[in-house]
């Protein structure tokens, strides 16, 4: 008489501290991990936030990598694996990764997370900006975290979840938390009064992509950009048209590019207003790491410095 064999297949990944069992396809994890909270953020500024506020007591897996546009993004294999593993998410929310493709909004389904549960945007308490293109006037402007006091709401906003998961930590969460918002809130001040010195008409901060309304209402310039929100239609005839029309009515000395997007569109209206492009800056990302620019403080100072130092240029 013949015995039925039955054939056991085990497969093991091995994901960010924790090992998932695959049997027979069926998939079941088992943590490796000690005591830190996991934690997966959409993109580098986020990252860096939750490290400043959780410090040792986090493990942090960011899903958009520097340099990187987290407008439009395909997650890969690890992503998911890691999304699946997390405690928390965090996005940013505002119609950023889930505007266009809505790819976060897949990846989380596929997670199996919820919102308000283990997803939490932290744009939460952030009193959102409108893009003023025809006909999109009602969606939000999703780079608030360009000023430093919407910063300071994303770091709080963090803190709180970070607390209510782990509440063991929590003491050294909210310590970590009130030395971090210090520092950017000075930060703050400093910029509030930092571009006085600079005369009105060359108050105009020409970018690729309008990123920077927030930025500019809270210190005080002008936005002036060849597209409004990174999207497929870059850099067109009419966009150029609108941003030159804008240089030419203003006393503007330089123009920038941002690190996350291709300098064609800039060099080309370099070429056309005979405008030094002065430097990068960043908005969706934070620079690699261990250079300037690494941090979201640092990141921040960079553009301030760097925007002011543009504006007075000869």
């Keep these: 008489m013949l015995k039925k064999l039955s054939i056991v297949v085990i497969t093991l990944l091995v994901v960010g501290g924790g090992i998932f069992f695959f049997v027979n396809g069926r998939g079941e994890q088992k943590s490796t991990t000690s005591e830190k ?29 520097r340099g990187t546009d987290p407008h439009e993004y395909d997650p890969t294999t690890d992503d998911i694996a890691a999304a699946t593993e ?20 897949k990846l989380t389904k596929t997670a199996n997370k919820r919102d308000d549960k283990e997803v939490f945007a932290a744009s939460k308490h952030v009193k959102p900006m409108y893009l003023t293109e025809s006909g999109k006037e009602n969606e939000t402007d999703p780079h608030a975290w360009l000023d430093l006091n919407n910063g300071i709401k994303y770091v709080n906003m963090i803190s709180g979840v970070l607390q209510d998961k782990d509440p063991k930590h929590a003491k050294a969460y909210q310590k970590r938390t009130d030395a971090y918002v210090e ?3 000075k930060l703050h001040k400093e910029a509030q009064s930092k571009f006085a010195d600079i005369p009105e008409k060359q108050r105009l901060l020409v970018t690729s992509e309008g990123a920077f309304k927030y930025f500019s209402k809270a210190y005080g310039i002008t936005p002036a950009f060849i597209w409004e929100i990174n999207t497929e239609a870059q850099g067109t005839p009419e966009q150029m048209k609108q941003v030159l029309a804008k240089i030419d009515q203003s006393d503007v000395k330089s123009l920038f590019v ?17 405008l030094p492009i002065y430097s990068k800056i960043y908005t969706d990302s934070l620079a690699k ?26």
Excluded: C
């Excluded at 928390?88 to 990764?97: A, D, K, S, T």
């Design 37 to 65: 909270l996991r934690v997966v953020t959409t993109n580098s500024i986020l990252e860096d936030m939750v490290e400043q506020v959780g410090g040792k007591h986090v493990q942090v897996y960011s899903i958009v990598k």
């Design 86 to 105: 997390a405690d928390v998410l965090f996005h940013n929310g505002l119609n950023l990764e889930t505007g266009g493709s809505g790819w976060f909004s």
């Design 183 to 185: 520092k950017l809130a």
């Design 289 to 314: 790491k261990g250079t300037q620019g690494d941090t979201y403080y640092d990141m921040v100072k960079w553009n301030i410095d760097k925007i002011h130092d543009g504006m007075l240029a000869k």
């Design 258 to 274: 941002e690190s996350s997007v291709s300098p064609k569109s800039m060099k080309q209206v370099s070429k056309e207003t005979k």
